[in-house]
């Protein structure tokens, strides 16, 4: 689910724009709309589950650095930023958080397109660093990653990671359902090759290194739930 707050001066625009979006995306919510910069800027320096925000305010040069200036958190809205204009202009990413330019918003259906592309490529972009947040966790643990259960494992905490399932799922019947579908197996082989990578790692890993990730003061093997949800929390 990606969150955007929509900042234009014209409020008749961006309802419009809210509507087009909800009814086109089921993937996007919008948090807010403001009309000023004021507004905007007291919601973006004040929410902190702002993915998006589709920037229309009519600024000029001058203006829009000192807009950015004022943001409290710059480097959480670095590519944050989709900006439509009333006429043709480039403008390059900025230092800022430009994140992409839009010359369309006299076109509502050609914006619609051009943020529902911005917002792909986000997810996009978003998901494959997730998995390497994941791999950077699994090799730390000392995973094989040639093993087709720690391959397994990485999709599992995808899953888990992306859907917000918390910690209250069950893994044969909410996720490994899930895994079969992408790698053709099934559920009872992905469990095996799960518990193999599991054992694995068990062995390879040092016991203080296990102690200290998973909060143990024993020595014992971690549960697949455990591991999951543990490097779900740390990513």
């Known amino acids: 689910?990606?969150?955007?707050?929509?900042?234009?001066?014209?409020?008749?625009y961006a309802v419009n724009l809210m509507n087009k979006l909800n009814e086109v995306n089921?993937?996007?919510?919008?948090?807010?709309?403001?009309?000023?910069?004021?507004?905007?800027?007291?919601?973006?320096?004040?929410?902190?589950n702002i993915d998006l925000v589709v920037f229309a305010l009519q600024m000029d040069k001058t203006?829009?650095?000192?807009?950015?200036?004022?943001?409290?958190?710059?480097?959480?809205?670095?590519n944050c930023f989709i900006r439509l204009t009333?006429?043709?202009?480039?403008?390059?990413?900025?230092?800022y958080?430009?994140?992409?330019?839009?010359?369309?918003?006299?076109?509502?259906?050609?914006?619609?397109i051009s943020i529902n592309k911005l917002i792909e490529e986000r997810e996009i972009d978003e998901k494959n660093n997730k998995k390497l947040k994941?791999?950077?966790?699994?090799?730390?643990?000392?995973?094989?990653?040639?093993?087709?259960?720690?391959?397994?494992?990485?999709?599992a905490i995808e899953i888990i990671a992306n859907h917000k399932l918390g910690e209250?799922?069950?893994?044969?019947?909410?996720?490994?359902?899930?895994?079969?579908?992408?790698?053709?197996?099934?559920?009872?082989?992905?469990k095996n090759n799960v518990n193999r990578a599991n054992n694995s790692m068990y062995l390879k890993c040092e016991i203080e290194k296990l102690k200290s990730y998973?909060?143990?003061?024993?020595?014992?093997k971690p549960k697949t739930k455990e591991i999951i949800n543990t490097v779900v929390r740390k990513i």
């Not at 994140?99 to 914006?111: H, M, R």
């Open 97 to 112: 958080g430009f994140w992409a330019i839009s010359e369309i918003k006299e076109n509502l259906d050609k914006s619609i």
């Open 134 to 155: 994941v791999i950077k966790e699994l090799e730390y643990l000392e995973y094989d990653l040639s093993l087709k259960g720690t391959q397994y494992l990485i999709s």
């Open 214 to 220: 998973f909060g143990f003061n024993v020595d014992e």
């Open 26 to 48: 089921n993937d996007i919510k919008i948090l807010n709309i403001s009309d000023n910069e004021n507004a905007t800027l007291n919601i973006i320096n004040n929410y902190d």
């Open 168 to 190: 209250v799922y069950n893994l044969e019947k909410d996720v490994y359902p899930i895994i079969t579908d992408l790698y053709n197996s099934t559920v009872h082989n992905i």
């Open 86 to 95: 009333d006429k043709q202009m480039k403008l390059e990413k900025n230092d």
């Open 63 to 78: 203006e829009e650095n000192n807009f950015f200036k004022k943001i409290v958190k710059k480097d959480k809205y670095i």
């Open 1 to 12: 689910m990606i969150n955007i707050l929509i900042a234009d001066n014209d409020i008749n």
